[in-house]
């Protein structure tokens, strides 16, 4: 049995793992097989820099083609990573021989061999030179600070070629310093950047056990976040400068945890000699349940809690439910409740609600009522100013810059949908006076026909812009106004005029205080139906207002939409067709319900 890192942060997340996998599938060891372990481990790290669309759309589901075309386009960038990184070694470590991609294993027990790969390595005389790839910017990194007494210092520092390093705290028993906290972060497998390391604490692991005698120094190469592509192609590939990368030496963080993952693979394999698949405790740090590292089973474990309305629906359920107790109030793990039986949203008593938000939805979905504050909607709404113009962007999550002026993670804009709505007239989904729309339909950079499309399509007539949680189509207007300056001035003032939708159907404080609403109010939600089950997706309060949903659309959600883009370069001219249209009527969908879902508030108030 081989053990790759992300075979081993599988095993250990409870005695039941290692049975299940071997249940539910024969597992065959190569090196391209374990080269994808190392993909799928990067893609569930959660620490890849990604900016998600904000649509508030978390619980989309995507079926097999568009994660199975999104992982390739992972692969296809890590490939020119590689090469980026190459080129930078090559120049910076002229006369040292760099090997490449190399799988290593060493056996652990006579049953288990240990494996992982090696992106560069080479030897200087004095240590084993180790530089590890990975997809994630450096933002996250960098943004760490620790406090120092009053001062907040950079956890990572650059040595004078340009290589980050952890600073190694000083500290007194006079000095305050929360410099242990970000240690144990990074070090921390349960955190997605402590996730990391781990995986290369576990090649250093490895390599201890091939080259005892050597001392190694292990360097994470990972994307600079604020890289700006110039925009040089050779043959329509974009060249990328060697600062696209930078480089951490995490050796100290590495070497602290050796013994660590020692004691993890004898855990490891106690779980697999158990081999018993009988339920245990759940437990939140392991399981993962709706995040990026969930564990492959928590259908299965989790089968015992209802679709609708479970405990997990409670807003804010993460902080647990108190039991008010003389003397000292109680708190109650949701996790903890889980496992003692307590699944439903009316499993849990109602004198451990105190938040209001939770009372509403407890008494939503006990007496199926549909709870709308009108007052606070009727002073929101009151605040547009016609004609609307009903807004939605889709965009190409690009990991590499595409396009000159763009970021690694760029979310590279190539569509809108436009409804627009003069007052007192019925909007038409597909009539051309009420819709306008822009779509790209090759790999080639249309964005500057898009801002055209776009401002000439909503004029200076400060009618307001209504979008469905802002800070997606802000942040992109914001960016086209950086890359084309010649429009700046309307793409900022449209992003000046923009009315989130999102605000009226759930809240905003902000808002409502200053417009003197009672506290209570301020800190309440404005609509809540039981189905919503705690999202406010455009996507779930949609069919709660209008019977309306996406069920039907061929492409229903984002990821589809941004997949099918990207390949439409590769169609046949009648599938090619075929993806427009299907790209145009989700696009479309999504503007338009921001319209239906305003009419249906209305009417309600």
């Known amino acids: 049995m081989i053990i790759t890192t992300i075979d081993l942060l599988n095993y250990l997340r409870c005695p039941r793992y290692a049975p299940l996998d071997r249940l539910s599938q024969e597992r065959r ?57 190459l080129n930078r070694l090559k120049t910076q470590l002229n006369g040292f021989q760099i090997s490449e991609k190399k799988v290593i294993s060493v056996p652990f027990s006579e049953e288990i061999s240990l494996a992982t790969q090696l992106d560069f390595f080479y030897d200087d005389h004095e240590k084993l030179n180790v530089i590890t790839v990975l997809p994630m910017t450096d933002k996250e990194l960098l943004s760490i600070r620790y406090s120092a007494n009053k001062d907040k210092l950079p956890f990572f520092v650059s040595d004078l070629e340009g290589i980050f390093y952890p600073e190694r705290s000083s500290s007194t028993h006079s000095m305050k310093s929360n410099y242990d906290e970000k240690y144990r972060k990074l070090t921390d497998r349960h955190h997605p950047l402590g996730r990391h390391i781990y995986f290369l604490a576990y090649k250093a692991f490895i390599l201890s056990k091939l080259y005892p005698m050597s001392d190694q120094r292990h360097l994470m190469a990972v994307l600079n976040h604020s890289y ?28 602290s945890i050796q013994p660590t993952i020692e004691i993890d693979l004898y855990r490891m394999i106690n779980h697999i000699e158990l081999n018993d698949d009988s339920r245990c405790l759940l437990v939140k740090n392991e399981c993962c349940k709706n995040q990026p590292f969930e564990c492959q089973f928590v259908d299965y474990c989790f089968s015992h809690l209802p679709e609708q309305h479970s405990i997990l629906h409670y807003f804010y359920h993460h902080q647990g439910f108190v ?26 008593p109602i004198s451990w609600l105190h938040r209001e938000k939770n009372l509403m939805q407890r008494y939503c979905v006990e007496n199926d009522y549909t709870y709308v504050n009108k007052t606070k909607i009727a002073a929101y709404l009151a605040t547009l100013k016609y004609p609307l113009y009903y807004l939605d962007f889709e965009a190409y999550p690009s990991i590499l810059p595409r396009f000159k002026g763009e970021t690694p993670y760029t979310q590279s804009v190539f569509q809108f949908s436009l409804h627009i709505e003069q007052e007192n007239q019925f909007v038409q989904r597909n009539n051309p006076k009420t819709h306008q729309y822009y779509l790209s339909t090759d790999e080639f950079d249309h964005r500057l026909d898009l801002v055209k499309a776009l401002v000439k399509a909503i004029p200076e007539d400060g009618g307001s812009v ?27 003032e449209l992003s000046n005029r923009l009315f989130d939708l999102y605000k009226v159907v759930k809240n905003d404080p902000l808002f409502y205080q200053k417009n003197h609403f009672s506290k209570a109010e301020i800190e309440s939600y404005n609509y809540y139906a039981p189905s919503l ?8 309060v949609l069919p709660t207002l209008v019977p309306e949903n996406y ?37 479309q969908m999504d503007s338009y319900a921001m319209y239906l879902i305003k009419e249906a508030l209305k009417s309600r108030i």
Request: glycine content about 4%; some cysteine; hydrophobic content about 35%.
């Open 29 to 85: 060891y190569d090196k391209r097989q374990i080269d994808e372990k190392f993909q799928e481990m990067i893609f569930l790290s959660g620490a890849s820099g990604n900016e998600p669309k904000m649509d508030v759309d978390e619980e989309e589901n995507t079926d097999f083609d568009a994660a199975s075309f999104s992982k390739d386009l992972m692969n296809s960038a890590m490939i020119t990573l590689r090469k980026t990184v």
């Open 228 to 255: 700006v592509f110039d925009g040089l192609m050779d043959q329509s590939t974009p060249v990328y400068q060697n600062d696209l990368m930078t480089f951490f030496d995490m050796t100290y963080l590495v070497e």
């Open 323 to 348: 039991e008010k107790a003389p003397g000292n109030d109680i708190v109650h793990d949701t996790y903890d409740l889980i496992n003692e039986g307590v699944v439903n949203m009316e499993d849990v």
């Open 466 to 492: 209504i979008v469905y949680n802002q800070t997606f189509e802000k942040s992109r207007l914001q960016e086209l106004a950086v890359l084309y300056p010649e429009y700046a001035k309307r793409l900022l």
């Open 533 to 540: 089950d705690g999202s406010y997706s455009l996507k779930k």
């Open 551 to 587: 069920d039907e659309l061929p492409i229903n959600n984002g990821e589809k939409a941004f997949v099918n883009y990207a390949k439409l370069p590769e169609m046949d001219e009648e599938t090619k067709q075929s993806t427009i249209k299907n790209l145009l009527q989700y696009c």
